[in-house]
């Protein structure tokens, strides 16, 4: 019967546990929407970058507009 003893459980020491499994949960949670909110404003970077050049390419082109 050796090894087969019940497990020493700290009811206190659990619940501090369990807390910051929730708090890494909730941080892990954060920077994934930092993530997705970076790669959005990366592509409204090129997005606006393509709308200046074609804006530019027009005024090139149409001259009623200088």
């Known amino acids: ?3 087969r003893g ?4 700290d009811l206190e020491l659990e619940a501090q546990i369990e807390v910051l ?5 909730k941080y ?6 930092a993530q ?5 404003l ?5 997005t606006q970058r393509q709308l200046g050049d ?6 090139l082109k149409t001259p009623e507009l200088h």
């Open 42 to 46: 990366a592509q409204m970077l090129q």
């Open 1 to 3: 019967k050796l090894g």
């Open 36 to 40: 997705t909110l970076c790669t959005q």
């Open 6 to 9: 019940s497990r020493t459980v």
């Open 54 to 59: 074609a804006f530019a390419d027009l005024s």
């Open 21 to 25: 499994r929730d708090n890494k949960r």
């Open 28 to 33: 892990e949670h954060v920077i994934k929407l």
